[in-house]
Structures are given as structure tokens and as C-alpha cells.
């Protein structure tokens, strides 16, 4: 019985940890950049958009596509990065173990 215990024990600080480490990555911040930094994406390790900064020298109305293909660019590697900052930080939690239903 005293093995189960100890089983139980471990699970709650692992979720204990896990919920400390979500509210940590919530609150970390993350720039993306595009067109050389003409474009600038803040979002938080809960892949949350912040903000989105656009330089006036890159909006052409005559161009709009490029102005799209750029913020397009930057948010998709915002996230990206965040997706990836998720998981390497889980992953030192978890000591690599693979968990369904982690982010």
C-alpha cells in the first residue's frame, strides 16, 4: 500500500509542476520577426497573439498581398516558436516521456 501512496504522491507534484509551468509559459513572451523586421509579432507560450507591430514603410496599398504574406509569416513563426518552447519545457519536466494530452 505504502508503493501506491507514494505513486499518488509523485502524480500530484508532477501535476503540481505541470500547472506551475503552464502559468509560467503563459506569462513568457515571444518576437517573431518578417521582411527583415519590417513586421514584429509578440505572443506569449500560450501561443496568445499580444501584438503585431508594422513598420509604415512597408504599407503599400497598391501591395496589400505582400503586407498579408509578411504578418502571415511572422504570427505562423510566433506560434511556432512558442509551440516549441512548450515542449522543450515540458519535455524537461517530464524527462522526455511522451504524454498524451500535454499542450
Do not use: C, H, W, Y
Not at 527583415?36 to 501561443?47: I, R
Amino acid at each position: 500500500m505504502r508503493g501506491m501512496n507514494d505513486l499518488v504522491r509523485q502524480a500530484q507534484l508532477m501535476q503540481k509542476k505541470m500547472t506551475d509551468l503552464q502559468k509560467d509559459l503563459s506569462e513568457r513572451e515571444i518576437e517573431a520577426q518578417s521582411g527583415g523586421g519590417m513586421v514584429k509579432v509578440v505572443a506569449t507560450g500560450a501561443q496568445d497573439v499580444k501584438s503585431v507591430t508594422i513598420d509604415k514603410t512597408v504599407v503599400n496599398p497598391e501591395d496589400v498581398e505582400m503586407l498579408q504574406d509578411l504578418i502571415l509569416a511572422a504570427v505562423n513563426d510566433a506560434l511556432r516558436q512558442a509551440k516549441e518552447m512548450n515542449t522543450q519545457e515540458m519535455s524537461q519536466l517530464t524527462g522526455g516521456m511522451k504524454i498524451p494530452g500535454l499542450f
